[in-house]
């Protein structure tokens, strides 16, 4: 009898330990990339977002942004005549993120999903929106017009989004969490069965 008592104690506290996580945030990493091919620039950045899931936006309308979601962020321009350079969150100012009046699919490349207007990632105004605006004192690229940045706080060269890709996070899912508790529940039913068997 003491022995089921301590398996159920210890069996207890797993699962307490596992229901906060089953409802934590979700965060995602997207390898982000821009090209100044379209306006005929060599111009070019690359980066990485990480935003938590459970708290963007998706659908969102024209005019609105990602808020609080995104956790962190990094952007590196090469190749421009002026505004090179990396810069991260804590330069940014603030952010566009519009998706086309559609919800999209945050686990797999958002460029060229559909939305109400064309594709994703086109720029024009109806195909939704995404873009950085870095503090002017940082001279970082500032957005212009969709999914369109150009560096060195407009000053420079133009760049067209060509990538948002999620990229494999360790951080654990809510399912994850959850198929890892059932396995558990499934292995106490079995140790309890045997417990069973021998009393």
Do not use: C
């Not at 699962?15 to 089953?22: G, I, K, R, S, T």
């Not at 330069?91 to 699919?105: A, C, E, K, Q």
């Not at 605006?133 to 690229?141: A, D, I, L, T, V």
């Not at 060195?152 to 654990?172: E, I, Q, S």
């Amino acid at each position: 009898m003491k022995l089921r008592i301590a398996f159920f104690g210890v069996f207890l506290f797993a699962a307490l330990m596992l229901v906060p996580a089953a409802f934590a945030d979700q965060y995602q990493t997207y390898n982000l990339a821009w090209s100044g091919a379209s306006f005929s620039n060599s111009a070019s950045a690359t980066g990485q977002i990480t935003i938590d899931l459970t708290t963007l936006p998706n659908p969102n309308s024209d005019g609105g942004n990602m808020g609080s979601s995104i956790q962190s962020l990094t952007v590196t321009v090469t190749g421009a005549n002026s505004g090179n350079g990396t810069w991260t969150l804590s330069d940014l100012r603030t952010n566009n993120w519009w998706t086309g009046d559609v919800t999209l699919n945050m686990l797999t490349e958002l460029v060229g999903q559909p939305t109400a207007g064309s594709s994703w990632g086109t720029p024009d105004s109806s195909s939704g929106d995404f873009n950085l605006f870095f503090n002017p004192r940082s001279g970082g690229p500032f957005g212009e017009t969709y999914f369109t940045m150009v560096t060195n706080v407009g000053k420079g060269d133009a760049m067209l989004l060509t990538d948002f890709d999620p990229v494999t996070t360790a951080t654990p899912e809510p399912g994850t969490m959850l198929l890892f508790g059932s396995g558990l529940a499934a292995l106490a039913g079995m140790v309890r069965r045997k417990i069973g068997q021998r009393a």
